[in-house]
């Protein structure tokens, strides 16, 4: 006997009840969930399954708007003719070639992911295939039942790609390649071995670019969230503009609260300033043995300060970090040839779609 349950999310998430499932990244944990859910579009869900291997979980959202940010979108990451990630045309086939074009094909569809671009299954049961199909099959009875289009999950690590992609398959879905994960692994103790591990190109070349903010009157260090929230949430919206995505300040005011309040001295924030005034900033959490990229603000005047993004990003938190105490810095997806440039090691991710 088995059973699943998929629940729409009203109120706050339930982060202790989740951290029960024993989730083994950064950005599947309670207090990150708490905090971030938010950021997926369209409703959050829950997804619980309990039967004999034991327990096993999923979260997301139902996706109903064509427009929503792409990254989330199965119909822009499947179908849109400027491809959100290239490695999904790469094999110059379509994904499930009978779907149609049209937004309608997929969406509305319930999206399986925890923002920050991880769709593992968490939970003991997360492993056994039998377990996890049976869960995916209850959920596509759920999600048919709701008028949805498609299931998908989207941004698996090789481990559990193994797993869901049999299981997608006999419920007449696909999987494909999506993209990769950029993660940096912590080889150094400090300054001194950092510089170690770096060839002597890359060492120059950091301290080309550091002396470059300098020359600019830029210091680079570390800040208190709480101290600098107002000039944060300054530098996120204006970056999030420069992109061409939706800035909803009080939305980002609200997650930027929630993350203070949930890490408190495990959220950390390494700044770029000029005259006092924040430029660039990066922003990370550090859960488990990971520094997990929350994300990454840069106002005007620090676009053209050159270097100010890299700084913060990189080279800031690197100098921070020590493999006592950390084991990755995770940079999440994106910019790929920038971040391998940096030490990040490429993780393939894989999407997987499930027509209803």
């Given at each position: 006997?088995?059973?699943?349950?998929?629940?729409?999310?009203?109120?706050?998430?339930?982060?202790?009840?989740?951290?029960?499932?024993?989730?083994?990244?950064?950005?599947?944990?309670?207090?990150?969930l708490t905090a971030m859910l938010s950021r997926l579009p369209g409703e959050p869900v829950r997804v619980s399954h309990d039967g004999s291997d034991g327990a096993l979980g999923?979260?997301?959202?139902?996706?109903?708007?064509?427009?929503?940010?792409?990254?989330?979108?199965?119909?822009?990451?499947?179908?849109?003719?400027?491809?959100?990630?290239?490695?999904?045309?790469?094999?110059?086939?379509?994904?499930?070639?009978?779907?149609?074009?049209?937004?309608?094909?997929?969406?509305?569809?319930?999206?399986?992911?925890?923002?920050?671009?991880?769709?593992?299954?968490?939970?003991?049961?997360?492993?056994?295939?039998?377990?996890?199909?049976?869960?995916?099959?209850?959920?596509?009875?759920?999600?048919?039942?709701?008028?949805?289009?498609?299931?998908?999950?989207?941004?698996?690590?090789?481990?559990?790609?193994?797993?869901?992609?049999?299981?997608?398959?006999?419920?007449?879905?696909?999987?494909?390649?999506?993209?990769?994960?950029?993660?940096?692994?912590?080889?150094?103790?400090?300054?001194?071995?950092?510089?170690?591990?770096?060839?002597?190109?890359?060492?120059?070349?950091?301290?080309?670019?550091?002396?470059?903010?300098?020359?600019?009157?830029?210091?680079?260090?570390?800040?208190?969230?709480?101290?600098?929230?107002?000039?944060?949430?300054?530098?996120?919206?204006?970056?999030?503009?420069?992109?061409?995505?939706?800035?909803?300040?009080?939305?980002?005011?609200?997650?930027?609260?929630?993350?203070?309040?949930?890490?408190?001295?495990?959220?950390?924030?390494?700044?770029?300033?000029?005259?006092?005034?924040?430029?660039?900033?990066?922003?990370?959490?550090?859960?488990?043995?990971?520094?997990?990229?929350?994300?990454?603000?840069?106002?005007?005047?620090?676009?053209?300060?050159?270097?100010?993004?890299?700084?913060?990003?990189?080279?800031?938190?690197?100098?921070?970090?020590?493999?006592?105490r950390y084991d990755w810095i995770d940079y999440g997806v994106g910019h790929g040839d920038t971040k391998r440039t940096q030490g990040c090691?490429?993780?393939?991710?894989?999407?997987?779609?499930?027509?209803?």
């Amino acid at each position: 006997m088995h059973s699943t349950e998929v629940a729409r999310l009203s109120g706050p998430f339930d982060g202790p009840s989740w951290d029960r499932l024993g989730p083994g990244a950064a950005v599947q944990g309670g207090r990150w969930l708490t905090a971030m859910l938010s950021r997926l579009p369209g409703e959050p869900v829950r997804v619980s399954h309990d039967g004999s291997d034991g327990a096993l979980g999923f979260t997301g959202a139902v996706v109903r708007d064509g427009d929503a940010y792409e990254a989330y979108n199965p119909w822009a990451i499947l179908r849109r003719e400027d491809p959100v990630f290239p490695e999904v045309r790469a094999l110059g086939r379509r994904v499930l070639p009978h779907l149609g074009d049209g937004r309608e094909a997929i969406l509305p569809g319930l999206l399986l992911v925890a923002p920050g671009y991880l769709g593992d299954p968490v939970g003991p049961a997360a492993d056994h295939p039998d377990s996890v199909k049976r869960c995916l099959a209850d959920v596509c009875a759920w999600a048919g039942d709701a008028g949805l289009a498609t299931v998908s999950v989207l941004y698996t690590r090789p481990a559990a790609s193994r797993v869901l992609a049999p299981a997608v398959g006999a419920l007449g879905g696909e999987s494909f390649d999506l993209t990769t994960r950029s993660m940096m692994p912590v080889t150094w103790d400090d300054e001194e071995s950092l510089a170690a591990v770096r060839s002597k190109r890359r060492r120059i070349e950091v301290r080309r670019q550091l002396r470059r903010l300098a020359e600019h009157g830029c210091s680079v260090g570390t800040g208190v969230p709480d101290e600098l929230f107002d000039e944060v949430i300054e530098g996120r919206c204006a970056l999030l503009r420069w992109y061409g995505q939706p800035a909803d300040e009080a939305a980002e005011r609200r997650r930027l609260r929630t993350l203070i309040d949930s890490f408190g001295e495990d959220l950390l924030l390494f700044t770029a300033q000029v005259e006092g005034r924040l430029i660039a900033h990066a922003l990370f959490v550090a859960d488990m043995r990971t520094l997990q990229n929350v994300y990454v603000g840069t106002t005007e005047l620090g676009r053209n300060v050159p270097y100010a993004h890299l700084a913060v990003t990189y080279h800031a938190p690197m100098r921070h970090v020590g493999r006592e105490r950390y084991d990755w810095i995770d940079y999440g997806v994106g910019h790929g040839d920038t971040k391998r440039t940096q030490g990040c090691e490429a993780v393939p991710l894989m999407g997987h779609v499930i027509p209803l």
